[in-house]
């Protein structure tokens, strides 16, 4: 994880040992920490937060982008994230799972098989 990344975690969260808890999401559209069901750091320092019926949002350490439908994703519940090597971030979610290269989304749903 790069120093900006841990710096933006340093902003949102506290470690009690145990977990790591967000403190705060008063900005992130309205989220509570309930809503947030997986996150990942890219390796370009930007937090990935995928919620409860909330969609996706990147948070770059100053601004936060929501992906939902009209972004072009399955679900607004996203349940896991994972960055690959060429740094497109894959989606898991209630409807599929999709991959984002930072232009367009790829589904891979019962649509096509999977």
Not at 27 to 34: A, P, T, V, Y
């Amino acid at each position: 994880m790069s120093f900006f990344s841990k710096k933006i975690l340093n902003k949102l969260a506290y470690n009690d040992d145990e977990n790591i808890r967000v403190s705060s999401l008063a900005n992130f559209h309205g989220l509570s920490r309930k809503d947030i069901i997986c996150s990942i750091a890219d390796n370009s320092g930007n937090i990935w937060l995928g919620t409860n019926k909330g969609g996706l949002i990147k948070y770059d350490g100053i601004y936060s982008t929501k992906y939902t439908f009209g972004s072009g994703l399955l679900s607004k519940i996203i349940t896991c994230l994972f960055e690959d090597k060429n740094g497109s971030i894959w989606i898991g979610s209630d409807n599929g799972i999709m991959k984002f290269n930072g232009k367009c989304v790829t589904y891979f749903n019962d649509s096509i098989g999977i």
